[in-house]
């Protein structure tokens, strides 16, 4: 931590007069390997459907339907971690019980995320380089950022802002098919949003007797191709940029192919309103200090901790042209000087525009979407005397240049980013099965 603003450097100059010594300052970020801190919240995921707009008039939207699950863990301190060929992080190890409030389901999970401070100018750097998930069904999932992501800017200044790119490699095995096969991802994301993915179904996924191979490819434009290799043949479907129009809005055109050639004449061709606008905005993030602000109350802090802390803000914005939809996020982490994040809040919400249902090619609407898919989750910090003696460490005199500096919050949230991105793999599953239906239909609804 830098040397505190009021901290004397006046020198001894007379033998009965000692010199005033600085109060040590409370670490921002707890510092003790082997340390264990406790997290409790709740995570809520809320869906709704929209009926299509085939006709005149406005039909009525469905039901929100909700799902609340209580939300336990742990976080425990290593140093000297390695990961992907970088050494000398710090690892967090979180443990997490997840509880329906209904009590029909409880799932357990374990994630390891890899951290370290780095200079930069006169900034000090907190970044994250990846995360490691895996659940007691088997599930697994492996994140590398590439470059890390900055979660914090040290010393922290009201008003500061920066932004991390996209760019990451996601590798995910979900476990848990009635053969016991996996499903699994391979998702590269580039640095200006666009991305390829790559999945592998199991055996009757897709479709009775057809095992398949689901390849997405986005571009920068918001053109891209979708891909189904199933039982040796192949259905491609392609979108076009938006192509203006000589009245009224773009619109996307979208081919479909008995095949993985998409120079020869596609067997099917139609076109679809540009939902996006005259051009997509793949990615755009933006992180800011918002300065010492009062915890929010649906934080439930308990009045044992500091009732404000500094607030940081990110918001993230997505959209997918291949799957059709929008993505809007916000995390905001309250961090105080001794105690670290003692609360952060994250939602996370998707907007679909296309419909796979296999009633009919794409069913477009503007006003009202198809479906909303909302993730939220609220973590706090747990008193313990653990806690209370973290926040007693800089007046103890801990160094801070020699103990390990780490957040929390990308580690509290690794299992909401896992929701988030099932969300993603079921619209992926979704366009599979429309792409089966036109494998099995020889290439036409």
């Not at 001894?12 to 997290?39: E, H, I, K, M, Q």
């Not at 409790?40 to 469905?62: C, D, H, K, R």
């Not at 979180?94 to 930069?120: F, H, I, R």
């Not at 008995?258 to 061709?269: I, L, M, Y």
Request: negative net charge.
């Amino acid at each position: 931590m830098p040397t505190p603003s009021g901290a004397s450097t006046a020198t001894n100059t007379s033998a009965t007069t000692p010199a005033p010594t600085p109060t040590p300052v409370p670490p921002l970020y707890p510092r003790a390997a082997g340390d264990t801190f406790a997290y409790s919240g709740q995570l809520q995921q809320a869906f709704q459907s929209f009926p299509e707009i085939v006709a005149p008039g406005t039909p009525s939207p469905e039901p929100v339907a909700t799902t609340t699950v209580n939300v336990a863990q742990t976080v425990t301190v290593s140093t000297n971690q390695t990961y992907n060929g970088t050494s000398g992080l710090v690892g967090l190890h979180v443990a997490e019980t997840d509880t329906q409030t209904s009590g029909l389901k409880t799932t357990t999970s374990t994630t390891d995320t890899y951290e370290s401070l780095v200079q930069v100018g006169a900034l000090t750097q907190l970044l994250s380089y990846g995360a490691q998930f895996a659940d007691e069904a088997g599930d697994t999932t492996s994140t590398l950022y590439a470059p890390p992501l900055v979660l914090d800017q040290i010393p922290q200044t009201p008003g500061a802002s920066w932004s991390n790119g996209p760019s990451a490699t996601v590798d995910e095995a979900v476990a848990g098919d009635a053969t016991g096969s996996p499903i699994t991802v391979v998702r590269t994301t580039n640095a200006d949003g666009s991305y390829t993915e790559k999945t592998t179904y199991p055996p009757n996924f897709a479709a009775p007797g057809i095992t398949g191979v689901g390849q997405i490819q986005e571009n920068t434009d918001g053109s891209g191709t979708f891909s189904f290799v199933a039982n040796g043949s192949t259905i491609s479907i392609t979108y076009s940029p938006p192509e203006p129009q000589p009245s009224g809005p773009p619109l996307i055109t979208v081919n479909e192919y008995a095949g993985t050639d998409t120079t020869v004449k596609p067997s099917s061709t139609f076109q679809i309103p540009t939902w996006f606008g005259n051009a997509p905005a793949l990615y755009g993030e933006t992180d800011q200090d918002q300065g010492v602000v009062t915890i929010p109350a649906s934080c439930n802090l308990q009045k044992a901790f500091p009732g404000h802390a500094t607030a940081l803000a990110q918001t993230i914005a997505r959209t997918d042209t291949i799957l059709g939809y929008t993505e809007a996020q916000t995390t905001t982490s309250y961090v105080a000087a001794g105690y670290g994040v003692l609360c952060t809040v994250a939602t996370d919400k998707q907007t679909l525009y296309y419909d796979f249902n296999g009633d009919q090619r794409f069913a477009f609407t503007a006003t009202p979407p198809l479906e909303i898919t909302t993730v939220s989750e609220t973590l706090t910090m747990e008193p313990s005397p653990l806690i209370n003696a973290s926040s007693q460490r800089g007046t103890r005199g801990v160094s801070a240049p020699s103990a390990p500096v780490f957040g929390m919050s990308a580690a509290l949230h690794a299992n909401f980013e896992r929701v988030v991105r099932a969300a993603h793999r079921r619209r992926a599953a979704q366009l599979l099965r429309a792409a089966a239906h036109l494998h099995l239909t020889g290439g036409a609804l």
